[in-house]
């Protein structure tokens, strides 16, 4: 027999297996949604991560940030009873931050932006400070050709893995609202990356 201490306790549920990820913290969010604020808090820092380095390609303030993270997880504390499992958790909280941040992002100029490209590596080679610099500009002009709905939505695929109708979910927008945008940032990103990084052969015009 288990004891109270195994992994049905919410306040024990950070050491559960990466497999039951999505089952625990539905676990900690009921518990949130009863005024549990050790699950609160166990959600908080079990997000907060993610949360964090999501908003950071998008500003570099980091009061902003945490202002943003810090907004998302008020939200989460009073709407956690009405949570009804029709996403993950992770998606219905990213979902919540999404809406903070485009709304600080309209209230706030930021004092200096960051690139979508942080930490993009040539991969397999020994690149040199100034290649990886080189690099960055070349992916960041790339990306500055996409509009804001295809950036976040490649950001949403490809660094924090979300599927289609989990993207619709936090974009609230159709399924298919999201792959076209997928199709058209990848691309124009296939088009354009060659031209931006001198070659000439493909410097053909993009259609959108």
Not at 70 to 82: I, T
Not at 93 to 98: C, E, F, L, S
Not at 150 to 164: K, V
């Amino acid at each position: 027999m288990k004891s109270i201490t195994d992994d049905r306790n919410p306040r024990n549920a950070d050491t559960a297996s990466d497999a039951d990820g999505d089952a625990v913290e539905q676990l900690l969010l009921a518990a949130v949604g009863r005024g549990d604020r050790i699950a609160f808090e166990r959600l908080y820092l079990r997000q907060h991560g993610l949360l964090a380095r999501f908003i950071a390609r998008h500003t570099a303030r980091r009061d902003l940030i945490d202002e943003i993270i810090n907004d998302a997880f008020w939200v989460v504390w009073r709407k956690a009873a009405e949570f009804r499992g029709e996403s993950k958790v992770a998606t219905w909280i990213i979902g919540i931050a999404y809406r903070c941040m485009l709304k600080a992002l309209r209230q706030n100029v930021p004092s200096a932006e960051q690139d979508l490209d942080e930490g993009f590596e040539l991969a397999g080679t020994e690149s040199s400070e100034a290649e990886q610099r080189e690099l960055s500009d070349w992916v960041r002009r790339g990306l500055d050709l996409l509009s804001p709905e295809q950036r976040m939505t490649l950001e949403l695929a490809y660094y924090l893995g979300q599927s289609c109708d989990e993207i619709a979910s936090i974009m609230n927008c159709a399924n298919g609202t999201v792959k076209a945008r997928l199709f058209h940032a990848r691309l124009r990103l296939r088009n354009s990356l060659p031209a931006l990084g001198g070659d000439v052969a493909a410097n053909a015009p993009v259609r959108k």
